[in-house]
């Protein structure tokens, strides 16, 4: 199965099939210059699927620079660290590095790639549920700063981007929750259908069900292409509702130090619960969408009551937090509220004091 992501002359295929990691060879050889290939992953991840991927590279040598787990990687120390190791490979500008692993290393080495050289190029390898249906697609790399998530970074799209469902069975089921979180989004943004097929199928999905899984990577996969196609950099709107339930999302992660205490798909399902709160509160859409929603996801095991992390901040505090949120324009931070379920739309106007008591209600 291929989607495409429609670019002009930097289009590139996504392409998803089970087994893919260990048969990879045909898709990666074009990007393997003098029968080497760089690959960025961490411990985790290499331990898992390293050999394997290498098993089917006949003729490439992997080069492989492995980082330690977790989000503490997607910092400055690690920029410098995976930068000056593919210099010292000598990564010239018409190469591609391969990313391998979830979020945190193609946040990180699609940064790389876009500063290396002017910018170079690189191939997304994505081992999470998250990064299969969100961050591998769509050219958005970062690294953390002090003041916030994905503070630093750049638009830099990947060349290719393939994604091998089987490699899920290697992950615990809060990781699958974690990414599930993201499918849900594409539903309750633009498409009420598949968000009934979530209702339906959630479940399927985090038991393990290879079809399942593959159908709705492939459905998210081809509901972000889309929206990248239309608004790539995020300037009229569109791509920006793919942040339903991050403002939210990021205030938690960020007071909770952005550690394993909150996961950024946890966080960002306790987001989109309270988005449409919100937006039932401020009489946007109905209770009964917003209980939905929340019924939806509890179901399935997520935390949907803010105050059931234990949290010791006031609302206040998450304000300030949001404070720092990139999208902040003109000193405005927008929020995405919903009319109803697959009904989600950019607000500018929302006053923060009217959050701020929101959020008091819910710790």
């Known amino acids: 199965m291929i989607v495409d992501v429609a670019l002009g002359a930097r289009s590139y295929p996504i392409h998803i099939r089970p087994g893919l990691l260990a048969e990879a060879g045909p898709l990666l050889a074009p990007f393997a210059r003098d029968g080497r290939l760089a690959v960025v992953t961490d411990a985790t991840v290499a331990g898992l699927h390293l050999d394997r991927l290498a098993a089917g590279l006949p003729g490439i040598r992997l080069e492989p620079i492995i980082l330690p787990p977790g989000e503490a990687s ?54 999470t549920l998250l990064s299969q249906v969100d961050s591998s697609v769509g050219g958005k790399t970062a690294i953390n700063a002090v003041a916030g998530k994905n503070l630093v970074g750049a638009f830099h799209q990947p060349v290719a981007v393939l994604i091998d469902p089987a490699v899920l069975a290697t992950l615990p089921r809060r990781e699958l929750m974690a990414g599930y979180a993201e499918v849900v989004k594409y539903g309750l943004i633009n498409d009420a259908e598949f968000f009934g097929w979530c209702e339906r199928h959630g479940a399927d999905v985090l038991a393990g069900d290879l079809a ?137 106007d929302v006053d923060l004091a009217e959050v701020e008591r929101f959020l008091a209600s819910q710790l």
């Open 212 to 348: 399942a899984q593959q159908h709705a990577i492939a459905h998210s996969c081809r509901a972000k292409a889309a929206i990248v196609a239309a608004d790539e950099r995020e300037t009229d709107d569109i791509r920006a509702l793919l942040n339903l339930g991050h403002t939210f999302g990021h205030a938690f992660e960020a007071e909770t130090g952005f550690s394993s205490r909150l996961l950024h798909g946890e966080a960002v399902a306790l987001g989109m619960v309270l988005a449409f709160r919100l937006s039932a509160r401020l009489g946007l859409c109905n209770a009964a969408d917003a209980a939905r929603v929340s019924a939806h996801l509890a179901g399935l095991g997520f935390v949907v009551e803010a105050r059931a992390l234990g949290l010791q901040c006031t609302a206040a505090r998450l304000i300030e937090h949001m404070l720092h949120d990139k999208k902040m324009s003109a000193g405005r931070l927008p929020f995405i509220l919903a009319h109803g379920i697959g009904q989600s739309f950019v607000a500018r």
């Open 74 to 127: 997607k910092d400055w120390q690690h920029l410098e660290l995976v930068t000056e190791r593919l210099l010292s490979l000598g990564i010239e500008r018409g190469d591609a590095v391969l990313a391998l692993g979830g979020g945190v290393i193609g946040d990180l080495t699609g940064f790389v790639a876009s500063i290396l050289k002017r910018g170079c190029r690189f191939v997304q390898l994505p081992t």
